[in-house]
C-alpha cells in the first residue's frame, strides 16, 4: 500500500494537474471542448495552471488573470462541470491525501459551482459569456 502525502509544492501541483489533465485528453466528451480552445500544445495552458493552483494552495504570486474569461468561451453544461469537477477529485484522491488536498477539491468544487450559477445566469439573461 502506498502512503499519500499531502500536497506540499509546486512539483506536487505539476503532478495533481498533468495527470488530471491527461484524464481531461482521454474523456470523449471533455477532450474536443478543451482542444477546440487549447489546440495540440497543452504547455502554455499547464503552465498557468500549475501557477493558478500554486497561488490558491500557497499564496505564492505568479498567477495573472481570471479563471473564469478563458472558460467563458466554451460551451460548457451542468454535465459537463460535473465530469471536469470528477476528474479533478479523482485526480487529487489518487496522488494526495490532507490538508491541502482538500482543499484544492474544495476549491475546484467552488469553482464548479459559480460555474454553475454564471451558466444558469446567462441562459436566464440570453448572454454568451459566463462573466
Known amino acids: ?3 499519500k502525502n499531502d500536497i506540499q509544492n509546486i512539483e506536487d501541483i505539476k503532478i495533481l ?3 488530471f489533465y491527461s484524464k481531461i485528453r ?3 466528451i471533455l477532450s474536443p471542448v478543451f482542444i477546440d480552445k ?3 500544445d497543452w504547455q ?3 503552465n498557468k495552471m500549475y501557477l493558478f493552483w500554486n497561488a490558491a494552495l500557497f499564496g505564492v504570486r505568479g498567477y495573472f488573470g481570471n479563471p473564469f474569461l478563458k472558460p467563458s468561451n466554451l460551451p460548457i ?3 459537463l462541470i460535473a465530469r471536469w469537477l470528477g476528474h479533478f477529485n479523482e485526480t487529487c484522491d489518487q496522488h494526495f491525501k490532507g490538508e491541502n488536498a482538500e482543499n484544492a477539491k474544495w476549491r ?3 469553482m464548479a459551482e459559480v460555474f454553475l450559477s454564471k451558466i444558469g445566469s446567462n441562459l436566464e439573461n440570453k448572454t ?4
Open 17 to 19: 494537474v498533468d495527470d
Open 1 to 3: 500500500m502506498t502512503i
Open 108 to 110: 475546484a468544487s467552488i
Open 44 to 46: 502554455p495552458h499547464l
Open 77 to 79: 453544461n451542468s454535465e
Open 38 to 40: 487549447i489546440g495540440n
Open 26 to 28: 482521454q474523456d470523449d
Open 128 to 131: 454568451k459569456s459566463i462573466l
